[in-house]
Every structure is written in structure tokens, then in C-alpha cells.
């Protein structure tokens, strides 16, 4: 197992030289972020990028998130360049040493929340997701700098995407996401890079677009699409734990067993009612995840990819990207690897 870091880039306020400070933190997970969505990731530009890191004595242990083009999630005429250009991508990513590429299949918008700085009782400030105001925002002029949001439209762009995916129902979703699967798994597994699905954030339906992958079956069903390792499951327990029908420990241990789980995230959620949840600390007691019992699945399974502390709060008066500051992800790798060193040591 390897701890690993979420880093934006140059940009980021969290600085390289920092992050190698924290003592259990030995991988890097990146992007390049001034790719379009849809053209190649140039191989030399993959290995600017990782001997950037390796410079600062860390690895990049991860791609996240080569973006899969709208084109090829709506099943369109054309999608079939787009997919070529991914599979290019992931050839690149091979060449450069990294074995782990992360996607999401989310159309249009990823990961959402109404409000990025919600304050705690014990002053810190998290984020927080409220069904009824997300449902209410105009997508348009309430558009937030989320770091991982694709704001990048234009209004005719916009609205022609969301009256295209109007017409789109699950089902189709899930053959665009076959179809894209069955083309990229094969050059994945002669590159030596296992693909990692990234469940829907939240695990539902947001201004009427269709979600799939948000369900202990549906997160199933991926790995049965295309039978391969390659084909794998970038696990998020703040997503997925959304959804309380959702055992994650259970499925955890379910895709661990099976070799389906090349990269896991991990953070705590508290449900404030049906449908609204606030960020918190990564301690199991902290929110309604068992991130306890998640670990323990891992050393179970002697699992031997990669973990990253997932959404932080913003503490101490830490100017960052929301969600992705140094302070609480640092407090909460800790306790991750300190629940990982036990339940190994104790097997």
C-alpha cells in the first residue's frame, strides 16, 4: 500500500516541498490540467510532469482524471476520434512509468456542493452539499470554482449539452460507457495501466442529468462490462457513502478481493437528513462512514495500490483550493495510515 497526495499543479497553494513533509506520504496524484478534453496527453509532457515530482523525492503514482470527452459519454457519430485520442493518452501515461489512470463517466458536471466554507462548531469550515439549493442553482450564473467542475462552456455550449443529455436515458449512458470500455480496456492492458472509475459525486441525479455509476451494484456492474483488471474502480467512500444503502467496507472487501481496486479515496460524511450531507474529519466517529471498517478490508485483502485522504476541511486559516488543503488532508493520512499500520501488523 501507498499513501498518496492529490497535487493541482503549480498553481496550487499546497506546494510540492510541503506535502513531502508529511511523513507517511510517499506518491503524488496528478493531472495536466491545460490538456483539452479530447486531445492526446503528450508522453513528454506526462514525464515533465513526474520527473517534476520526482525532483521533490515522491512518485507520481497516478493520473487524475485523464477527462473522457462529452462526445463519448452522449454516444455521438463522431465519438470514435475521441476515443482513439484516449486511448493514445493511455498509452502515454504506460510510456511514462504511471500504472493508475482515473475517469469519471459524470455528463457535464462533476462533483458538486452548494457551499464550499460551512462553518463548524469547532471553527473549522467544510463543505457541504444541500439537495434543494444545488437543484435551484442556475448551472450558468452560480457556476463555482470547483476545482474539478468543467466551466470551460459557453452558454449556447451549455445548454445544447443539457438539452442533448435530455434525450439520454441511464440505460444508454451505460452502453456509451460499454462501448467506450471495450475500445480502451484492451490498450490499457498492453500499456500496463489499470483504469479507475470514479463514482458519481453525489450519487444521484443533478439538474436532470442522468448518473450511473452510484450504487454498490452499479459499481458491480462496471467490473463486469469489460472482464479485466484493467478495468477497475477508483473507490470514494464521501461519494458512495452519500448513498446509505451503500456497505462500504462490504464492497471494499468485494472489489479488494477480486483484484478491482487499483486506488481508493477516503473521507468522512455526516448525513444531515435523507439527502444532505456536510464534509467533516476523517475519524470513523467524526461522520456516518465507517472509514475504520474500510481499512480493515484493505489489510484484509493485502491490498497493494494506492490511498489518498480525500476532501479536507479548511482549518487553522489555510488559504487553498476547497477541499484540497495541506493541514487536514496531513491530520488525516495519519489516521488513515495508523488504522492501516494496526490491521496489518495484527493479521
Known sequence: MQMTFRWYGD????KLKQIRQVPVIKGIVGSLFEIPVGKVWPVDQVRELKNKIEEQNLELSAIESIPVHEDI?????????????????????????????VYNFMPV?????????????????SMLYN???VENLNIREDLMDLPAWAGDYTQEELDDLMKEYSEIAEEDLWKNLKYFLEKVVPVAEES?????IHP??????????????KSEESIKRVTKLVDSPANGISLCTGSLGANRDVDLPGLTDYLAARDRLPFIHIRNIKYLNEVDFKETAHPTQEGNVDVRGVVKALADNNFDGIIRPDHGRKIWEE?????????????????????????????
Open 11 to 14: 498553481d496550487d497553494p499546497v
Open 73 to 101: 459519454k452522449l454516444g455521438k457519430s463522431n465519438r470514435d476520434k475521441y476515443i482513439e485520442n484516449y486511448a493514445e493518452s493511455i498509452r502515454n501515461v504506460g510510456k511514462a512509468g504511471i500504472d493508475i489512470a
Open 109 to 125: 458536471f462533476d462533483w458538486t456542493r452548494s457551499e464550499l466554507y460551512s462553518p463548524n462548531q469547532d471553527g473549522s469550515k
Open 131 to 133: 439537495h434543494e439549493e
Open 192 to 196: 500496463g495501466v489499470r483504469l479507475a
Open 200 to 213: 458519481d459525486d453525489p450519487p444521484w441525479s443533478i439538474f436532470g442529468l442522468p448518473r450511473i455509476i
Open 319 to 347: 488559504e487553498s483550493i476547497p477541499g484540497y488543503g495541506l493541514y487536514d488532508r496531513a491530520l488525516g493520512s495519519m489516521y488513515l495510515y495508523g488504522l492501516w499500520e494496526a490491521f496489518s501488523n495484527n493479521k
